[in-house]
Antibody, heavy 121, light 107 residues
Framework: QVQVVQSGAEVKKPGASVRVSCKAS????????VHWVRQAPGQGLEWMGR????????NYAHKFQERFTMTRDTSISTAYMELSGLTPDDTAVYFC??????????????WGQGTLVTVSS | EVVLTQSPEFQSVTPKEKVTISCRAS??????LHWFQQKPDQSPKLLIK???QSMPGVPSRFSGSESGTDFTLTINSLEAEDAATYYC?????????FGPGTKVDVK
């Protein structure tokens, strides 16, 4: 069955970096873009960027372009995100999602369970 | 970047009532507007794609419509399990964006 499993919660100090993994199983990892979305406590969803697992091409939201990096390892069907220069405002749940939204034909959205990243001194 | 504005922010509704949630785009996005449902402590779930196409398995009481840059999610005959926050999301142009969300509470 389809599963998307993210790495566990992280606690980081301001200025540090965090890396979150997102492992896919039950479908062809390279068929769908992997999107990263975050949600601060009590707040809405914020799109951060996406990576094409097949080509490695990436697209970033403007506010994250300087310190956000998405990568993937197709041999283990895993996508990664790394956020550097952390501040308390980066405290959030980070979701990955394999998504393909087609106007015609089947669409999919497979979400991970979310990873809580807490930034605190 | 496309800004999505949702209204209302919060709605408290009794079961079997009809719920209407609006999403307005700051520019033309065609029909590339999708609706997600997020229940407390869960990951989002895609309900409607391209303004009006329901995803498989989504109850028929959920429907979507569009008029220019205005999009609407309708829940006919609300059920208790529909308590959630609903987000619109555009994929017409990068960077993709989400609306701020509409929280639906079931009385």
């Amino acid at each position: 069955q389809v599963q998307v499993v993210q790495s566990g919660a992280e606690v980081k100090k301001p200025g540090a970096s965090v890396r979150v993994s997102c492992k896919a199983s039950g479908y062809t990892f390279t068929d769908y873009y992997v999107h990263w979305v975050r949600q601060a406590p009590g707040q809405g969803l914020e799109w951060m960027g996406r990576i094409n697992p097949d080509s490695g091409n990436t697209n970033y939201a403007h506010k994250f372009q300087e310190r956000f990096t998405m990568t993937r390892d197709t041999s283990i069907s895993t996508a990664y995100m790394e956020l550097s220069g952390l501040t308390p405002d980066d405290t959030a749940v980070y979701f990955c999602a394999s998504m393909a939204l087609w106007l015609d034909g089947e669409s999919v959205d497979y979400w991970g369970q979310g990873t809580l990243v807490t930034v605190s001194s | 970047e496309v800004v999505l504005t949702q209204s209302p922010e919060f709605q408290s509704v009794t079961p079997k009532e009809k719920v209407t949630i609006s999403c307005r785009a700051s520019q033309n996005i065609g029909s590339s507007l999708h609706w997600f449902q997020q229940k407390p402590d869960q990951s989002p779930k895609l309900l409607i794609k391209y303004a009006s196409q329901s995803m498989p398995g989504v109850p028929s009481r959920f429907s979507g419509s569009e008029s220019g840059t205005d999009f609407t999610l309708t829940i006919n005959s609300l059920e208790a399990e529909d308590a959630a926050t609903y987000y619109c999301h555009q994929t017409h142009s990068l960077p993709f964006t989400f609306g701020p969300g509409t929280k639906v509470d079931v009385k």
